[in-house]
């Protein structure tokens, strides 16, 4: 078996608020620096370790965790999850 570092990235979906990166955004705004930005948004990451047979089933093994941990919710949050060689 091989150890496979990997990434879960928790964000909201397009159109569903991100209160975090507004507040964010609107104290770059009030300092009146970084005026190149427009946008920001905040997300969550979960890192693992994992050890698998391959990299297809760390990324399903740790989809499979998130599913039932509950750690996201399917309605307004997408999830990415990026596989590495440790």
């Known amino acids: 078996m091989a150890t496979y ?9 397009p159109g569903i608020s991100d209160p975090e990166g507004d ?4 104290d770059l705004v009030l300092k009146g620096t970084h005026k190149t930005v427009s946008k920001i948004k905040t997300a969550k990451m979960l890192k693992f370790t994992i050890k698998e047979k391959d990299k297809k089933t760390a990324q399903s093994k740790v989809q499979e965790i998130c599913d039932d941990l509950r750690i996201y919710n399917p309605m307004v ?3 990415t999850i990026d ?3 440790a």
Do not use: C, P
């Open 5 to 13: 570092n990997v990434h879960v990235t928790i964000e909201n979906k």
């Open 23 to 26: 507040t964010i955004l609107n």
């Open 77 to 79: 949050s997408k999830v």
């Open 83 to 85: 596989v590495f060689d």
